[in-house]
């Protein structure tokens, strides 16, 4: 339906339209299509009842020629015509607008005029003038209903002059009747149109008021939903009305019930929310609290609760209470993470401080072995060295972490043999840890060589190896470290461990600094083991895999095999599709045969 906003059927109102947004165009043009038809109804039965009711006068004989049943019935069908294919308003040029006024508003006046003038007896139809000014001012502007006003002033006048001659009584009295009428058509006509454009105005500002409440819902939609702090919405019979993603995975994962009503005192393991609630709604105000939630039988989280109530008009409580969930082990990671992190730059500069004397023991003690000549003498001086160096290249880690950049030259960084140096490590792991027949070694890199330093890559492999222990089953086998090329230039060394999937918040922040699912753990092992896997050019990553029919945690590391170029240059030759997240699953092209073959 198109409407033009400078025909005669467009009210003031709606010529604003064209600066507003296109839905509430289309509203607002919705709304004016349904007032519109509302009168072209009307129209249709205020003819039905003229006609009815000329039928009945030429019936009867009470008066009138009959052929105003002849106009009555083509007013009926005029006003059907209109209702049925006349649009509330069509683009068109001004002879169309004309045109459109004289079929609806122009056809019922002079309708109207030959039923008030040639019809006999005591029937008046002024009253029905009032149909056609209503229209006017309130689907169009204030001219067209001023303009209609005066047009059935000027018939009620022209009627009284041709009723009773000048100047009698009679003409007197039907002059002050029809000047009072024509007034009262004249303030029907501007009242009827303020009100019609105060309600359009009143639309138009709830209909923006609307939008901006759906937007700002929509915005607040966003944010809650995008929190890391778990959000629930619970009424004062415990029933859960709404929870964020957060919340939903926090509490019970893939479990949550989309549809189905969740109450608290209801879930077992959850008495500790529910009884938080209670006691918000007990006294009326805002509480926080460390609350322990068992997730399963396993699991339990111990998080930090506050509650908040909601608020009507007047300051009394609505009757919904809205809470605040965040793991405390995220808490506090996020502590130790400020604390640590200033402790790293204090270590930073106590390691500087350390290298003078440290530099002035190792010479002392190369002078000391050049006076010596006894065994014993010389074993002592030989310790002193060997934990001179070690302290060395512990000062030279602290301080490499501190740095943006290593300070070594990848260049230089020696080729090992990885099965050699793998079988060596995992040998001296097992008898310090007595996991002889726990661990199982599997090395299928015969020859090849990587670019790491021995050392660090010993405490890779260490640090995995106590992860694994730490979360095996201890059932023989349970441990595996395999080792096999993967492409063309790729190793990829894999400690499998036999044991329960990991949380899903520990899962998220795996790799992340000081953060661990143990109270006793530093969280340092898994993020030092990404450290070290970046600097040499490999990547390190999480999967859950099955090996000999047996579900386990894999931390898989892809190191590029040493072929003469430093890891610098190795790195750069890495296709980007080959490139593994760091906690995520390997590309489909990188991934190896399933573990169950390798045996």
């Not at 022209?158 to 000047?179: I, K, Y």
């Not at 005192?265 to 805002?286: C, I, M, N, P």
């Not at 402790?343 to 530099?359: C, D, K, Q, T, Y």
């Not at 190896?465 to 096999?484: K, M």
Request: glycine letters at 6%; a neutral charge; proline letters at 6%.
């Amino acid at each position: 339906m198109a409407l033009d906003p400078q025909s005669q059927f467009s009210p003031s109102w709606l010529v604003t339209l064209e600066t507003e947004g296109q839905p509430v165009r289309e509203q607002r043009l919705r709304a004016f299509a349904r007032l519109w038809r509302m009168f072209m109804r009307t129209r249709v039965f205020i003819a039905a009842v003229l006609l009815a009711l000329q039928v009945f006068v030429v019936v009867t004989r009470s008066g009138g020629p009959s052929w105003l049943l002849l106009v009555c019935a083509l007013h009926l069908t005029a006003t059907l015509g209109v209702l049925i294919w006349l649009r509330p308003v069509e683009q068109g040029r001004r002879l169309r607008m004309q045109w459109q006024w004289l079929a609806t508003i122009g056809v019922d006046v002079v309708v109207f005029a030959l039923l008030e003038y040639f019809q006999h007896g005591g029937i008046s139809y002024i009253p029905l003038f009032a149909l056609p000014v209503l229209m006017a001012a309130i689907l169009g502007p204030l001219v067209l209903a001023l303009a209609t006003a005066a047009s059935i002033t000027l018939y009620l006048l022209g009627e009284a002059a041709l009723s009773a001659p000048l100047l009698s009584d009679v003409s007197t009295s039907r002059f002050l009747q029809s000047g009072l009428t024509g007034t009262g058509f004249f303030i029907v006509a501007l009242l009827a149109h303020q009100l019609a454009q105060r309600l359009a105005r009143e639309e138009a500002l709830a209909q923006s008021s609307q939008a901006a409440a759906r937007t700002q819902a929509q915005v607040n939609e966003l944010i809650i939903e995008s929190l890391s702090e778990g959000v629930l919405v619970v009424d004062m019979h415990g029933v859960v009305r709404n929870a964020n993603p957060a919340a939903q995975s926090m509490l019970m994962g893939d479990r949550y019930p989309r549809s189905a009503k969740l109450l608290l005192s209801a879930r077992e393991g959850w008495e500790g929310l529910a009884h938080l609630v209670d006691k918000s709604f007990a006294l009326g105000q805002a509480l926080e609290s460390e609350v322990r939630v068992e997730i399963d039988e396993l699991t339990a989280l111990k998080l930090f609760v506050r509650t908040q109530l909601t608020t009507a008009q007047g300051g009394r409580h609505a009757g919904l209470c809205v809470l605040f969930l965040e793991d405390l082990r995220e808490v506090e990671a996020r502590v130790r993470t400020e604390k640590l992190a200033s402790m790293g730059r204090m270590s930073a500069a106590v390691a500087h401080e350390i290298r003078n004397p440290l530099s002035a023991i190792t010479q002392a003690n190369a002078l000391l072995d050049e006076e010596v000549q006894e065994p014993g003498q010389k074993r002592l001086t030989r310790m002193i060295e060997q934990n001179a160096q070690r302290l060395a290249r512990i000062v030279d880690d602290i301080l490499n972490v501190a740095r943006a950049q290593p300070s070594q030259d990848e260049a230089l960084v020696p080729s090992l043999p990885l099965d050699q140096t793998l079988r060596q490590i995992t040998h001296e792991w097992s008898k310090q840890n007595q996991a002889q027949g726990v661990l199982g070694v599997h090395p299928h890199a015969p020859g090849l060589m990587v670019h790491f330093d021995p050392e660090h890559l010993r405490r890779l492999l260490i640090n995995l190896l106590d992860n694994a222990l730490r979360h095996a089953s201890r059932a023989p086998s349970s441990i595996r470290v395999i080792s096999q090329p993967t492409g063309s230039d790729r190793i990829r060394l894999s400690v499998w461990s036999h044991g329960p999937a990991l949380e899903a918040s520990v899962l998220k922040h795996l790799f992340e600094p000081f953060f661990s699912s143990e109270s006793r753990s530093s969280g340092l092992g898994l993020y030092l083991c990404r450290e070290l896997c970046e600097r040499y050019g490999a990547q390190i990553a999480y999967q859950r895999s099955r090996l000999d029919l047996q579900e386990g945690n894999e931390f898989y590391v892809i190191m590029p095999a040493a072929s003469g170029r430093s890891p610098v240059q190795q790195r750069l030759a890495i296709p980007p599709g080959d490139s593994v997240p760091s906690h995520t699953r390997p590309p489909q092209d990188s991934k190896p045969p399933p573990m169950s073959t390798l045996f």
